[in-house]
Every structure is written in structure tokens, then in C-alpha cells.
């Protein structure tokens, strides 16, 4: 029986980077090319728009350096690589930009890639840089308290003896996670133990709603989403001049082990104060911003300010382009607003879960006010461009930043960007239809592309034409027009040279570091194929356990095959002793689930215990195994259940993203 999951997204990347990089170091021939005048001249014109003489975030990047980050790479028990420290260094302050990175997106990658244990304030400590987020550490009166400890348990361990390397050795009192993005709690064994946890020695506080959002973000679309993953942080890229650079958030993320250890308080409402090691945070709830559960609070004994990941130095997604439900500019920018008002006048120092601090009144309150101001712009200019009759790529086209936000360093669109923000805010408000009929049932990519390709004059003629655009430095052009021969004829090698040299050129000027990721990744998928490598799974031990019953049948019936079980009918009870008991009916394609209830008339009974479930899941059993070592007894027609078994679909991980 194959129940298992990928509730992907983030923590996939994490996954499949051993694998990647193993591919990626036999490549044979570097099919790559050089940036062409065109890109040089765009790269250029950026040096003389931005501030690049402002050097104060390099010097709050650098302020309070206590050690570096160790040299050695953090392995796993069976050797694999987690974490390689020295493997950006070739992004080094004061070298500028190639040819073949867009500045502005160097820049970042220089700030992010300052690295090791700082000093925030008196008592506030970070590691920083050794996976795509911070670990920051808060000495209380007995201990020490960690904020979010990063992706992975190798990681998070590695940072913590660099702590204790230079800091007294007390113990951890408290963890804290920000927000439900793997990136923040997924290191947590790493820190402290659920043993601990559980005897009340440590004390695990998160927002409301952390454990159901962690969990269930990326459960249903889980295998798309991973796979998109991998174009967002270039992990098919070698990191170099002409491959991946960064992120923009951070550098990447680490490939150890993922660990969850549930909360034991949640803080639910804005103003809510709690004690924690003798300090006393005062939390800001802000749901639905950067994630669907996150908080912000300030500790007033420090005058410090834990912005989460609400503010950082960049222009953060309200759409993620790996995939994910849209986030909200207006309660964003109202959230920060709203930790103006609290803390505005008192904070002197602003510490991030990415990025570097801000340090002095001044400084945090200018931070918050522009952070604050560009999500407001977003959403509102968009809705004012939509109420005029603009439809979503109108807007994106014609959207402009005034330049009191634009030369802001920290507003620049080093992780989302303004275009496919402002598209995400077109979408939340007024869907996928832009109101024009004609796109009302547009025909699919193939079909729609071969009759383009048949109307311009055959593959030879679009290519030739492209070709002079190419020329031109009309990369955008280019790659929409050229797409159309890929899917027309994806064996068409012409066509897939061209429209991958036109990809990585507009990589090559790409400020986001995962558009940049998107269109080198597009570049070498069209040049190499698909690779079926290794794939990812990171339905850890930690996250299936966490996983509801109802998560786990909703993904269940996401998995049913609706071709083959469109005629099916079965209903089930399914029994998990003190865990709860469910009713399963098949029928019409779908599978519903009815908690605390057993059919009278159910054609199979299936009585196990959630351990024996999760087993099965984490395919550390098999349901023949199980039922033969009677740790699963199925009373009834015992066909009916294979029939349901027989229907589950599976998902091929290694789909086509440029080709069809």
C-alpha cells in the first residue's frame, strides 16, 4: 500500500542537493555562454540608477563579527554533504560584478555572503549563513533562548557549538519559531530534545496556528511544487559567474535532516507579553503576511525588535514562484505599521530571521516605514491600475516604484520581484480572467502553439526572424516567441538552442535571485533534458507524525486516480483506536472522510494504530508486513481495499517544466 506523501515546498530543496550536486559535478562540457553586448549595456545602465556608493549595509552586515563560520563541511551520518561553507567563495566584497550578474543582485550576494557568529546587542546573538536563514540566540537569566534553528538538525547543531565556542555553556530554556516555513524550525533537534520539550525543561512557543500551516502548506501540491523548487534555488546550477549566485533571502539551503518538535505555547493575540528566561517579549501576530502563521514581538529589556521574515532587505514574494497560495500585501504593510506604532520610538536595533540588523532608532524606524510603504504601494497602485480597465500583465508592464522606495536598497526585488508581486495582487483580487472573452477558453500550450508556429510561417521562419530579434538583445521577445516552436516541436534543437540562449541572457540581468535561478535552470533543461536524478522525499519521521488524520485523507484523495476510479464505489471504516475513527467513501471520483463516525455497512474495516500508519507512510513497513505481523486487521471484503489501493495514482517528479 503506497500512502506516502511530499509535503514539499521549501524543505524539498534541502532534500535533493546532495543528489543535484553529484549530477552536476560530472557534467562533461559547459554548454554555457558569455553575457552578450545587449546584457552588458542592461547591466551597466543598473550601476548608474542605484546608489552603489552607499556602503552602511555592508558595515551593519559586518558589526559585531565574533567568529567566522567553521571551514569544514558538515556531513551526514552516511557521509553525504549537508553544508558547504566555502562554496560561494568566489562572491567576494570589493570584486565587481561579471558580465554575467546583474549588479544590484551581486551586491546582495556579496552582503549575504558576510558569514559566521555576530553580536546583534548586549545578550543577542546570530549565526548567519550557514543555511538560508539566520539562528538567533537570546541569553536569558538562566539560559539561552534559540529563534528558529534553521533548516536542518546538522546545521543547527554545528551553529549552536559555535555559539557556546565563545559564549558561556547554559542551557537552552526555550526555542522559538517565527513563522511555519521549514527554513526556521526544521533544525530544532539540533538545539534541544523532545525528551526535554516534553519534561517542560525547554519550552517550544510559536504563533497560533504554526503546527497546521507547517504541516499542511505544501501537503496537496506538494510534487509540483518540489519540482519547481528546484528551478527556484538553482540547485541544477554549479554556483559560480554564469550559475547560481544566491537567492537574494540567503545563499541556499542546507540537504540534513529535518526535524519537528510541536509547540508547547502559542501566543495568540497582538500585546500578548510572556517571560521567557527572565526577559519579557511582547508579540505582534501577523497571519497571512509572509507566512500563514507568524509573529513578531519585541523584547523590552533590549529595546530589540525580532521582525521575523515581515522585514528584511528585500522585497519579500506575496507569491512565491515555486508555487504557493498568494500572501497579502495590505495586512503586510498594516502589520509593520502596526509595529511602528508599538515600538517605533523605543526599538534600537532590528534583527531579522534573514539578512543582517538594523541598528539605532533611526535606522529601524526608516526601515519599517519603507518596508511598510512599498507592500501598501503594491497592493494599492495595482487595484488603482485594475480599476482603470488594466488587465494583470498591463499593470506589471507599466508598474513603477517611485524612486523614494526604488533606491532603497532593502526594497529591491533581490527574492520577489515588483513584476510577479503585482501579478500575485491582480490574481488575489480579480482571478486568472482578465475580462477579455477572447481569453476566456484559450486553447492548451501545445495545441495553441502549433497553430502559431503554422501562422507565422513554419518553424524555419520563426527561428530566422527570432534569430535577428535575438540579435537585437530582444531577449523577452524571444523567449515568448520561441516557446511557441519548443511546444509545437520539442525535438526541434534549433528552436531549444535559441530559446535557451535567450533564457540564460535575461538570467544573466535578472535582479531576483530565483528569477535568475528560473531562467538559467529553463536554459540548461533545454540544452541537457531532463535528468532523473535521485528524488527528493522530505516526509520526515517529524512531519508525518504531525500530519492530522484529515491532512492525511485529503492528500489521500488527492492521490485517487479519477479515470480509473470514476465507476468505484466502496465504503470503509478505517479505526485508530484512541487516535479517532473514520469513515471512507469512495465514489463519483473522490474520496470523502467523515471523523468519529463507523458505517454500519462499511465493505472493510481497517483497524490500526497511528504508529503502524506512520510506519507505513515512512515505508518503514508494508501493509503486507503489517497486516501479517497483525499490527493491521481488515475485517469485511478485503478486495475492496485493494481495489482503493489499486487506485491511488503516483507522481513522477522529474516533469518537463520548459517542454511539454
Known amino acids: 500500500m503506497d500512502l506516502r506523501f511530499r509535503p514539499l515546498g521549501s524543505s524539498a530543496i534541502a532534500a535533493s542537493i546532495a543528489a543535484i550536486a553529484t549530477f552536476a559535478s560530472v557534467q562533461a562540457q559547459d554548454l554555457r555562454k558569455d553575457a552578450t553586448d545587449a546584457t552588458k549595456a542592461a547591466n551597466a545602465r543598473l550601476l548608474e540608477q542605484l546608489p552603489f556608493a552607499d556602503t552602511s549595509d555592508f558595515d551593519d552586515a559586518k558589526k559585531g563579527l565574533v567568529a567566522p563560520l567553521p571551514s569544514e563541511l558538515i556531513k551526514g551520518q552516511a557521509g553525504n554533504l549537508i553544508w558547504d561553507p566555502t562554496k560561494y567563495g568566489f562572491i567576494k566584497e570589493g570584486v565587481a560584478a561579471p558580465d554575467t550578474v546583474n549588479p544590484s543582485l551581486w551586491r546582495q550576494s556579496q ?12 545578550g543577542i546573538y546570530q549565526v548567519r549563513n550557514l543555511d538560508l536563514s539566520n539562528m538567533t540566540i537570546i541569553e536569558g537569566a538562566e539560559g539561552i533562548v534559540v529563534v528558529d534553528p534553521l533548516v536542518s538538525e546538522e546545521t543547527s547543531k554545528v551553529g549552536l557549538e559555535l555559539y557556546f565556542k565563545h559564549r558561556p555553556r547554559k542551557p537552552v530554556k526555550a526555542v522559538i519559531y517565527t513563522h511555519s516555513h521549514v527554513d526556521h524550525y526544521g533544525g530544532v533537534r539540533g538545539v534541544t530534545s523532545e525528551a526535554d520539550v516534553k519534561s517542560g525543561t525547554v519550552k517550544v512557543y510559536a504563533p497560533e496556528g504554526f503546527l497546521e500551516a507547517a504541516v499542511a502548506e505544501n501537503v496537496f501540491a506538494g510534487n509540483t511544487m518540489s519540482r519547481r523548487a528546484s528551478y527556484m534555488y538553482g540547485n541544477l546550477l554549479p554556483p559560480d559567474a554564469r550559475g547560481q549566485v544566491g537567492a537574494g533571502l540567503g545563499t541556499t539551503t542546507s540537504a540534513g535532516t529535518v526535524t519537528l518538535i510541536p509547540p508547547t505555547d502559542f501566543v495568540k493575540e497582538t500585546g500578548e507579553k510572556h517571560v521567557i528566561d527572565g526577559l519579557t517579549y511582547e508579540f505582534l501576530m501577523a497571519p497571512g503576511s509572509e507566512a500563514p502563521s507568524e509573529m513578531l514581538w519585541f523584547i523590552e529589556e533590549k529595546k530589540a525588535v525580532a521582525a521575523a521574515e515581515d522585514c528584511t532587505h528585500t522585497l519579500h514574494n506575496t507569491y512565491s514562484l515555486r508555487g504557493a497560495k498568494i500572501r497579502e500585501p495590505l495586512p503586510w504593510s498594516k502589520y509593520l505599521n502596526q509595529a511602528l506604532v ?14 543582517w540588523p ?16 512599498l507592500y501598501r504601494y503594491i497592493n494599492d497602485e495595482t487595484l488603482r491600475l485594475a480599476n482603470h480597465g488594466y488587465t494583470r500583465d498591463e499593470i506589471a508592464e507599466r508598474f513603477r516604484i517611485p524612486d523614494g522606495l526604488a533606491h532603497v536598497w532593502a526594497g529591491r526585488g533581490y527574492y520577489g520581484s515588483v513584476s510577479h508581486n503585482v501579478k500575485a495582487t491582480y490574481v488575489l483580487y480579480l482571478g486568472w480572467f482578465d475580462g477579455n472573452p477572447a481569453t476566456l477558453h484559450e486553447l492548451p500550450p501545445v495545441e495553441s502553439s502549433k497553430k502559431y508556429v503554422e501562422f507565422m510561417g513554419g518553424a524555419e521562419a520563426v527561428l530566422s526572424r527570432a534569430k535577428d530579434s535575438y540579435a537585437r538583445g530582444e531577449y523577452r521577445w524571444v523567449a515568448q516567441v520561441v516557446n511557441h516552436v519548443v511546444f509545437a516541436d520539442p525535438g526541434n534543437r534549433a528552436a531549444r538552442e535559441l530559446q535557451a540562449d535567450a533564457l540564460e541572457q535575461l538570467g544573466y540581468q535578472a535582479e531576483a535571485g530565483p528569477w535568475r535561478n528560473f531562467y538559467l535552470s529553463g536554459a540548461k533543461e533545454l540544452r541537457e533534458g531532463v535528468k532523473k536524478l535521485p ?25 485517487l486516480d479519477r479515470e480509473k476510479a470514476a465507476e468505484a464505489k466502496a465504503t470503509f471504516n478505517f479505526d485508530f483506536g484512541d487516535s479517532g ?11 470523502n472522510h467523515t471523523a468519529d463516525r463507523q458505517a454500519a455497512d462499511a465493505d472493510a474495516t481497517v483497524a490500526l494504530s497511528r504508529d503502524t500508519l506512520n510506519k507505513i507512510i515512512l515505508q518503514e513497513t508494508k501493509l503486507a508486513d503489517a497486516i501479517q505481523a497483525g499490527d493491521v486487521k481488515i ?8 481495489e482503493l489501493v489499486s487506485n491511488l495514482d503516483s507522481f513522477e517528479f522529474w516533469f518537463g517544466i520548459v517542454t511539454p
Open 111 to 122: 552582503l549575504i555572503n558576510v558569514s559566521g557568529l555576530f553580536q546583534v546587542a548586549d
Open 535 to 559: 528524488t527528493p522525499n522530505t516526509a520526515s519521521p517529524d512531519t508525518v507524525r504531525a500530519m492530522t488524520l484529515e491532512m492525511f485523507f485529503d492528500y489521500l484523495s488527492v492521490r
Open 342 to 355: 508599538m515600538w517605533g520610538g523605543k526599538a534600537e536595533v532590528m534583527f531579522a530571521q534573514h539578512h
Open 358 to 373: 538594523t541598528f539605532g532608532n533611526a535606522g529601524v524606524d526608516k526601515l519599517l516605514r519603507s518596508q511598510r510603504d
Open 581 to 591: 475513527k473514520y469513515v471512507i467513501e469512495m465514489e463519483n471520483g473522490v474520496l
Open 635 to 642: 475485517a469485511g471484503d478485503r478486495a475492496k481495499l485493494d
